[in-house]
Each structure stands twice: as C-alpha cells, then as structure tokens.
C-alpha cells in the first residue's frame, strides 16, 4: 500500500475530521477565559486532536464486526482488512500516550480530563450504545468536555470552576439534538447493527422529535448563561439567542414533518450552530469579569480605605493637632 493510501486509512480510521472539530471547541475554551500562549495552544490542540483520535480508533476496533452490517461504516480499514487489529492497538497507543502527555504539559487536570473523555467513551459509551437508549446521556459527558478541558488549560490553578462548568454544559445540551439528529437520518443503518439511539425505542416518532424539541428549547437560555453572568456582551444576547431561536424552529420543524430531509438539515445546523456560538463567546467577551470567575482569582478591593491606609490617615490626623497646639 502506498503512502498516501495509507495516511488516508489512518485518517479513516481516526476519524480527523471529526477530531479536528473536537479541537476547535477545546481551543475557544482555552481563549475564552484569557489563554493566549503559542505552545500551550500547540499542546492543547495536539494533544485534543491523538486522544481524540486514539478514541475513535477504538470506537472502531471495538464495533469492528457490526461496522460490517451498517452501509456508512462498512468500507472502513478494520471490516475491508486494510488493517489488522493489532495494527489498530499501534496506532491507538501511538495516538494516545504522547496526547495525553501533551495535555499533561498544560496541567494535571487537563490531562485527567482527557483521561476520563477517552475511558468513558470507549468503555462505557460505545459498549452501551446495544444495550439502552440512555447511551446517548452518557455520551454527552465526554462529548461536553473539549471547551471545559480548553478553560481548565489556561487557569493558572489547574482547577474546575463555574467557567469550565458552564462552557461544559453548554456543550452538554447540545450534544442531545445533534445526536439525535444523525441518530434520525441514520436510523436504518443503525438498526442494522443493533443500535437503539433515538430518544423512542420506536424509533422516527413523535416521541423521539418531542425530546429533541426539549432539548433545543433548553439550548437557548444555556446558550445565554455566558451573557447572564456578564462574562460577555448585548452582542451575545442577539447572536446566540437567535442563532438558538432558528436551531429550535428547525427541531420544531422536524417535530411536525418527521421527515430524514428535516433531521438532515437540523444535523448540518447542529455543526454550524456549535462553533458561531463558542467563538462568538471568545470575541464577544469580557475578561476582567471572566477572570474574577476562576478559581483561586483575587478580587478587587471595592473599599475606598484599607484598613491600614485608615490608621497612618488617623495618625497623621493626631501629629497635625499636636503640632497646631504647640504653636
């Protein structure tokens, strides 16, 4: 096999496209709350992109025999045997030991974070997809941590805060609508290899469009959280706010048509809606305000006097006095 036959494969097989997205929303978690270093922005994007990577190698070594049963995933390395398993363990461990090391040169926690993203997709996610619909919530958790491992990054303590956390959450809300839509246009396939995604153990119904309905009404104020902590600007109440009004009116729209063409056009709105909405945060912000949100940040004395400044304005006071009876 020639090289670029081979590179193409590994691409395959990591999926690099889509762990190249995963990194742009590390990356706006990272500037978001100040993160303006060259090698650091190096280590979290590279680092993001192997573990990523070594993550959806192992999706696919792990689903290896059902990928054969399913139309979209049946030309991949593993079912064609363009790549033996072992094979796949090599690159996975070549992929995942030097990222984890990379986030490890930005702090332990980001390197911990990116630990459980991997542990949990891998072991507890992908196994889980056969068994219950509830896959899906477990899913959200490592899928909601890029932005949050971003901000964890750029904090000169190394620790979660309420920052991480609401960059997390917004991430975490919208992975139920963006899944359920691809779950929605590739629901034959999935039944093929046994795979209950959607919301309805029915499956295209009115019951799985209704939670994806929730889902993307919920996005809305979640997507507001940032200007509600004035940790961003107006700008960001009518950008992200009518960005998530037209996600919503979409899921609504799929909700009265039941249609794959709606799911469709719902799943592309999901790809745009994420990065407009993190970056809009990272232009849009307001950083004093941002940085007194991190843990371990020192707040500004609002207090006119210090205690100590008070006592010399005292003494100096009594030293004027005695100094005019004197005279």
């Given at each position: 096999?020639?090289i670029?036959?081979?590179?193409?494969?590994?691409?395959?097989?990591?999926?690099?496209?889509?762990?190249?997205?995963?990194?742009?929303?590390?990356?706006?978690?990272?500037?978001?709350?100040?993160?303006?270093?060259g090698l650091?922005?190096?280590?979290?994007?590279?680092?993001?992109?192997?573990?990523?990577?070594?993550?959806?190698?192992s999706?696919?070594?792990?689903?290896?025999?059902?990928?054969?049963?399913m139309?979209?995933?049946?030309?991949?390395?593993?079912?064609?045997?363009?790549?033996?398993?072992?094979?796949?363990?090599?690159?996975?461990a070549?992929?995942?030991?030097?990222?984890?090391?990379?986030?490890?040169?930005?702090?332990?926690?980001?390197?911990?974070?990116?630990?459980?993203?991997?542990?949990?997709?891998?072991?507890?996610?992908?196994?889980?997809?056969?068994?219950?619909?509830?896959?899906?919530?477990?899913?959200?958790?490592?899928g909601?941590?890029?932005?949050?491992?971003?901000?964890?990054?750029?904090?000169?303590?190394?620790?979660?805060?309420?920052?991480?956390g609401?960059?997390?959450?917004?991430?975490?809300?919208?992975?139920?609508?963006?899944?359920?839509?691809?779950?929605?246009?590739?629901?034959?396939?999935?039944?093929?290899?046994?795979?209950?995604?959607?919301?309805?153990?029915?499956?295209?119904?009115?019951?799985?469009?209704?939670?994806?309905?929730?889902?993307?009404?919920?996005?809305?104020?979640?997507?507001?959280?940032?200007?509600?902590?004035?940790?961003?600007?107006?700008?960001?109440?009518?950008?992200?706010?009518s960005?998530s009004?037209?996600?919503?009116?979409?899921?609504?729209?799929?909700?009265?048509?039941?249609?794959?063409?709606?799911a469709?056009?719902?799943?592309?709105?999901?790809?745009?809606?994420?990065?407009?909405?993190?970056?809009?945060?990272?232009?849009?912000?307001?950083?004093?305000?941002?940085?007194?949100?991190?843990?371990?940040?020192?707040?500004?004395?609002?207090?006119?006097?210090?205690?100590?400044?008070?006592?010399?304005?005292?003494?100096?006071s009594?030293?004027?006095?005695?100094?005019?009876?004197k005279?």
């Amino acid at each position: 096999m020639g090289i670029g036959k081979k590179v193409k494969m590994y691409m395959n097989f990591t999926k690099f496209r889509l762990s190249a997205l995963v990194i742009l929303s590390a990356l706006s978690g990272y500037l978001f709350v100040g993160g303006n270093d060259g090698l650091e922005m190096v280590y979290l994007m590279l680092g993001g992109l192997l573990v990523t990577a070594a993550s959806n190698g192992s999706n696919q070594i792990w689903e290896r025999e059902l990928d054969i049963l399913m139309n979209r995933t049946g030309k991949r390395p593993l079912p064609t045997g363009e790549m033996s398993v072992n094979e796949g363990l090599i690159v996975i461990a070549l992929c995942l030991l030097p990222g984890l090391t990379m986030l490890y040169q930005l702090n332990l926690a980001s390197m911990l974070l990116g630990l459980a993203a991997f542990v949990s997709y891998v072991f507890i996610y992908t196994p889980m997809k056969r068994i219950s619909t509830w896959a899906v919530f477990v899913g959200a958790f490592p899928g909601a941590l890029p932005p949050m491992i971003g901000a964890v990054a750029a904090t000169p303590s190394g620790e979660l805060g309420l920052v991480a956390g609401v960059l997390f959450f917004v991430q975490f809300v919208w992975q139920f609508p963006h899944f359920w839509a691809i779950a929605w246009v590739v629901y034959d396939d999935y039944q093929q290899a046994g795979f209950s995604l959607l919301p309805s153990k029915d499956g295209r119904t009115k019951g799985s469009a209704f939670q994806i309905v929730v889902y993307s009404l919920a996005l809305i104020p979640f997507s507001l959280l940032p200007w509600l902590l004035e940790w961003t600007s107006n700008v960001t109440l009518i950008v992200a706010g009518s960005c998530s009004i037209l996600f919503f009116l979409q899921s609504y729209k799929l909700f009265l048509s039941l249609t794959i063409a709606d799911a469709k056009k719902l799943m592309f709105a999901s790809f745009i809606w994420l990065p407009i909405v993190q970056f809009l945060y990272v232009f849009d912000r307001n950083l004093p305000e941002i940085k007194n949100a991190l843990p371990g940040a020192k707040k500004e004395v609002s207090a006119p006097l210090e205690a100590s400044e008070k006592t010399t304005l005292h003494l100096n006071s009594i030293c004027l006095n005695t100094i005019t009876i004197k005279n």
